[in-house]
T-cell receptor, first 110, second 113 residues
Framework: AQSVTQLDSQVPVFEEAPVELRCNYS??????LFWYVQYPNQGLQLLLK??????LVKGINGFEAEFNKSQTSFHLRKPSVHISDTAEYFCAAAGNKLTFGGGTRVLVKP | NAGVTQTPKFQVLKTGQSMTLQCAQDMNHNSMYWYRQDPGMGLRLIYYSASEGTTDKGEVPNGYNVSRLNKREFSLRLESAAPSQTSVYFC????????????FGEGSRLTVL
């Protein structure tokens, strides 16, 4: 069975500061890894995904994530956040079905 | 492009009432999913349908039933609603399993009194 743990439930950050959202997964098989974003009162949208190849993955809106197999992590980063990045972020691991972490709520302060 | 459409968007039920959440996708996807979202618990899979004609239980199937009506439509039924089923429900679809991206509907907010 696979599981996904997001280590921070909330991350407050000032505008233009960097942010890192941590995600660890466990799986007995190879996984595909995803980050989704959920803006208030909306469904989830894909930010980026890791399938294979380069461990550094770039996504939309300036986000990137690094796959680390030895640490079973897939942390999400953005070097400079905007107010519009205020949202909830979900890490997910996929086999036949997608397993989500508990989410990290990012609040960007001016 | 409609993508994944869920109805209704909001519903209030009394304990013991039944209802069906409808989901339709127009992307010719094979796999469809129902999740529930609760604060601090992320999204938990209720049921999924890997392809037309098949359905399987997810992590939290108790109290729910599903029907994959055709390739486009996947409904979720609550036969006897309970307050513990108060949640936001999301339908999602993707072309295949494995590495395919999930596309989500906008959610259905259900309150059971």
């Amino acid at each position: 069975a696979q599981s996904v743990t997001q280590l921070d439930s909330q991350v407050p950050v000032f505008e233009e500061a960097p942010v890192e959202l941590r995600c660890n997964y466990s799986s007995s098989v190879s996984v595909y890894l995803f980050w989704y974003v959920q803006y208030p009162n909306q469904g989830l949208q894909l930010l980026l995904k890791y399938l294979s190849g380069s461990t550094l993955v770039k996504g939309i809106n300036g986000f990137e994530a690094e796959f680390n197999k030895s640490q079973t992590s897939f942390h999400l980063r953005k070097p400079s956040v905007h107010i519009s990045d205020t949202a909830e972020y979900f890490c997910a691991a996929a086999g036949n079905k997608l397993t989500f972490g508990g989410g990290t709520r990012v609040l960007v302060k001016p | 492009n409609a993508g994944v459409t869920q109805t209704p968007k909001f519903q209030v039920l009394k304990t013991g009432q039944s209802m069906t959440l409808q989901c339709a996708q127009d992307m010719n996807h094979n796999s469809m999913y129902w999740y529930r979202q609760d604060p601090g618990m992320g999204l938990r899979l209720i049921y999924y349908s890997a392809s037309e004609g098949t359905t399987d239980k997810g992590e939290v199937p108790n109290g729910y039933n599903v029907s994959r009506l055709n390739k486009r439509e996947f409904s979720l039924r609550l036969e006897s609603a309970a307050p513990s089923q108060t949640s936001v429900y999301f339908c999602a679809s993707r072309l295949t399993g494995g590495n395919g991206e999930l596309f989500f509907g906008e959610g259905s907010r259900l309150t059971v009194l």
